[in-house]
């Protein structure tokens, strides 16, 4: 049985994916109303909806810092702060550069986030439950997507479109995020690697694990004096890292390959192209964040009972099925209609699969020396794709249209799924230093 505590840290944490789906998807709603405000010409506007992807990048990349030399606690105070302060600043924004700077700092704690919760979450829970717990985070994430469409659409409706009063809400979680962190410990891990605090630590492992705390601690100890051996174990790219290394790298590579960000930026442009009016493809672009939330909550039931690498099968083959048949599709074989039922059940796969896996699996295989820089490589590569694809999509399209484009997703599946069947390795139920024995080269 999981201790009541230990899921109550986990949730409360896991409010930073809330905040980070809130974030990404809350412009959405306000962007034409900013960009008539500002009078901004097209590359301007451009500029002012992605610089918050070019924070989040920017945070994933060097979220590994505070991570190590403050702790995960006080990073996610911080993030709490900056999530804070920039929801209420770009509310009352009157300088568009000041509000640029404010939403590079939003996407800063997103990408930040992105990081240290998923750390921080595997850290404290038991292994047993690793996969539901550290899951929460992805769960927040879609349901932040949602919650921020929803209020965008009430604030639209009883407000007359206030952008300000559509950015500005997100302080309301923003705050009651800052104010639950008081009640979470430090992470056991960081303490005992980083600061020896070794009293400390066992008190919290006490409460995580009250029956086998002592030998729990103890695997830590010896996890530490191992890697201390080792002169350059700090380094990530020491050789002993490499299998991890290459599994963050490629899973990262797969989640985006996937499509997913084309699809989740470009829905109701896709929908159209299919051959949907305006009005039904708005409507399937909610259904697609209605069926990822769904299917985020069943993997939440799966992840720890079957494990990590059967969702990854189970996903792979539902992926490759689905994109072929809209590749199909786009060749004129199938109605519009179609393609949104072939959509949907893409997101449903995905988030059965990549969705629920990819934070979970990248916050195991790293050891506890190198863990936070291992998810900020993860973390990095995904949204360095993620920017990528995004970017590149329209291009691609009015290249070589939708057709080959998803033609080019499958064969990406096609590939996840040779990796997932030959090289991921399980690690449902295995406590994070067992699979640091697993994976690395001593």
């Known amino acids: ?18 905040l980070f789906g809130f974030d990404t998807a809350v412009i959405s709603g306000a962007e034409q109303a900013i960009q008539k405000y500002w009078s901004l010409t097209d590359l301007q506007h451009g500029f002012t909806i992605s610089i918050a992807l070019i924070g989040t990048v920017t945070g994933a990349l060097f979220g590994r810092i505070p991570a190590d030399s403050l702790g995960r606690k006080k990073s996610l105070i911080i993030i709490a702060f900056i999530f804070l302060f920039a929801s209420l600043g770009t509310a009352v924004a009157t300088n568009w ?5 404010l939403r590079f700092l939003g996407g800063l704690g997103v990408g930040v986030s992105s990081v240290i919760a998923p750390i921080y979450i595997s850290e404290i829970a038991p292994a047993k439950a690793r996969g539901r717990l550290v899951i929460l985070f992805q769960f927040n994430i879609v349901f932040g997507i949602l919650i921020s469409y929803l209020s965008n659409y009430v604030i639209g409706l009883m407000f007359q479109d206030s952008w300000r009063l559509m950015l500005g809400i997100m302080a309301v979680p923003s705050f009651i995020f800052l104010v639950l962190l008081r009640f979470v410990p430090e992470s056991p891990r960081w303490l005992i690697l980083h600061k020896s605090q070794n009293d400390e630590a066992r008190e919290t492992l006490k409460i995580i694990n009250p029956d086998t705390y002592e030998e729990e601690m103890q ?12 002169v350059n174990a700090e380094g990530l790219f020491n050789p002993r890292y490499r299998f991890p290394v290459m599994l963050a790298v490629l899973f990262a590579f797969f989640n985006q390959v996937s499509g997913i960000n084309a699809i989740i930026y470009y829905a109701p442009r896709i929908f159209t192209a299919a051959g949907l009016e305006k009005s039904s493809s708005l ?4 259904g697609i964040g209605l069926v990822n939330l769904i299917f985020t909550m069943i993997a939440i039931g799966f992840i720890d009972k079957i494990g990590r690498k059967k969702l990854m099968l189970i996903g792979s083959f539902g992926l490759i099925v689905t994109l072929g048949l809209v590749s199909y599709s786009f060749l004129g074989k199938n ?10 059940v893409y997101i449903g796969f995905f988030a059965f699969s990549q969705g629920a896996v990819i934070w979970v699996f990248i916050s195991e295989i790293f050891p506890n020396q190198v863990r936070a820089k291992g998810q900020t490589l993860g973390s990095s590569t995904h949204w360095v794709m993620a ?3 995004a970017f590149s999509f329209p291009y691609i399209t009015g290249k070589i249209g939708e057709s080959w484009t998803f033609l080019f997703f499958t064969g990406m599946m096609v590939l996840q799924l040779i990796f997932v069947l030959k090289v991921m390795p399980e690690t449902k139920g295995k406590s994070l230093e067992q699979i640091e024995r697993t994976l690395t080269m001593h």
């Open 1 to 18: 049985m999981i201790q009541r505590k230990v899921i109550a840290w986990s949730i409360i944490t896991a409010l930073g994916g809330f």
């Open 97 to 101: 550069y000041v509000f640029v700077v």
């Open 283 to 286: 409507l399937s672009t909610a």
């Open 219 to 230: 695997s830590i100890i010896d996890s530490r004096n191992e890697e201390v051996t080792d």
């Open 335 to 344: 109605s519009g209609t179609m393609v949104a039922i072939y959509l949907m």
């Open 387 to 389: 920017t990528l694809i």
